[in-house]
């Protein structure tokens, strides 16, 4: 876990200065924004509902292999208007951009 | 899907099908989510529309966070005699700066325009050309605003053919800035955000300024917004608000204010001024007044502005 924070640190004494805070700064959990919060919270249970249903309900129902086209037309649009809405479009948000 | 079809007919047909129901959805989805967006009547989403294209405001103050929490418009109006309203915005740079400039400016032209500056305010970052998404909702709609976006990059303009797109990351808040709970919660005092948090008495810190390149464009900014006050008649002061840290590295703020004293432009440094920075109690935080300090601050520069005339 600590690791991802030398990762993402413009450096070595910043990482370090991070490391230091998260044991002795207090108060209340850091979030930046709710929405920001909010879409945290819709990716991770995005993230679980797959993981679910994959492990315990693989074969029973499948949108982008659905037999009835509409279906599986459906699922493509929802997709893309999601990527849309809610994507990452700009470079300095991702993580990697500083390799 | 006629049988007798190849299979790159078909595959071309449905693609085709695709593409043209995710354009319909797109722009349904796009015209709903731009009603919703200008519908709202609080937050930070109305703040920027108002700014663009509602306040008619004699003092117009600009800005990042430090700008929407240390300059309160009622002090302004009691001390200077003009209407005052605070477009600052959390997290932006002076890009964001110079687009609300423009939208109004040309729309007429205020009494006085106060910038406020940061440490930072002329480095190279990448994030404030990021930051400038906030402004997306208005990119179809205003001329100004779209030439300052389209600085995000060259593939900007091909994003916007996409009507959801503008309204990218901005759901929640849309939401939100439409229910009547949070409009009445987040009634603004015109642009004002008070904090009232005071810091803690730790020991005061100096402020490391990572060593980024000049950006021309903000550089370029600075200048237009300059050259633009001085055809309009509009009185630009330029202003370095206070910081409870101390400031060692001036070299962007030194920048700004050498081309304030070439084009004769009014440039307050009060970043460390000894009334704040002996005062923790004044701050929320280490880069932002509280609103005891805000308002003793406001009154501070009021004066200072009036003695300067």
Redesign the interface.
């Known amino acids: 876990m600590f690791a991802w924070i030398f990762f993402r640190a413009?450096s070595i004494t910043e990482a370090i200065n991070i490391i230091v805070k998260v044991f002795t700064s207090s108060g209340f959990p850091f979030y930046e924004t709710?929405?920001g919060l909010?879409?945290s919270v819709f990716g991770i249970m995005m993230l679980i509902t797959v993981d679910l249903k994959r492990e315990f309900f693989n074969d029973s129902f499948s949108i982008l292999y659905n037999k009835y086209q509409f279906i599986r037309?459906a699922g493509?649009?929802i997709i893309?208007?999601t990527i849309?809405?809610?994507?990452v479009?700009?470079?300095?948000?991702f993580i990697y951009?500083q390799f | 899907m006629g049988s007798n079809l190849g299979p790159i007919a078909r595959f071309s047909l449905k693609l085709l099908?695709?593409v043209f129901?995710?354009f319909l959805?797109?722009r349904i989805?796009g015209e709903l989510l731009q009603v919703f967006y200008f519908r709202q009547e609080a937050g930070v989403n109305y703040r920027t529309t108002y700014s663009i294209d509602s306040t008619n405001a004699e003092i117009i103050i600009l800005g990042s966070s430090r700008a929407s929490h240390h300059y309160v418009p009622d002090v302004f109006e009691e001390k200077l005699h003009g209407t005052c309203y605070n477009a600052g915005c959390d997290g932006t740079s002076i890009l964001y700066d110079h687009a609300v400039f423009k939208a109004i400016t040309k729309r007429y032209s205020p009494e006085y325009i106060i910038v406020d500056i940061t440490p930072h305010s002329l480095e190279y970052n990448?994030?404030d050309?990021?930051r400038l998404?906030v402004l997306s909702p208005y990119y179809s709609k205003n001329d100004v605003i779209k030439s300052i976006v389209d600085l995000?990059g060259p593939f900007e303009k091909f994003?916007y053919l996409?009507a959801?797109?503008p309204?990218?990351?901005?759901?929640?808040?849309i939401a939100?800035g439409n229910f009547e709970v949070y409009k009445q919660r987040n009634q603004g005092s015109r642009g004002y955000i008070p904090l009232y948090d005071v810091k803690g008495p730790e020991e005061i810190d100096t402020l490391r300024v990572?060593a980024r390149g000049l950006d021309s464009n903000k550089m370029e900014a600075i200048r237009d917004m300059i050259s633009t006050c001085r055809q309009k008649n509009i009185c630009l002061i330029f202003v370095y608000s206070p910081m409870y840290h101390i400031i060692s590295d001036r070299y962007h703020s030194d920048i700004v204010y050498n081309i304030c004293s070439e084009n004769g432009i009014r440039y307050f440094d009060m970043s460390n001024s000894p009334e704040f920075i002996k005062n923790h109690d004044y701050f929320s935080d280490g880069s932002h007044l509280n609103d005891e300090g805000a308002r003793i601050f406001t009154a501070m520069l009021s004066e200072m502005i009036r003695q300067s005339e």
């Open positions: 413009d709710l929405s909010l879409f037309i493509i649009v893309v208007l849309l809405l809610i994507g479009f700009d470079g300095g948000q951009f | 099908l695709i129901i995710v959805c797109d989805a990448l994030a050309y990021d998404s995000k994003k996409s959801v797109y309204f990218n990351s901005l759901v929640i808040q939100m990572a």
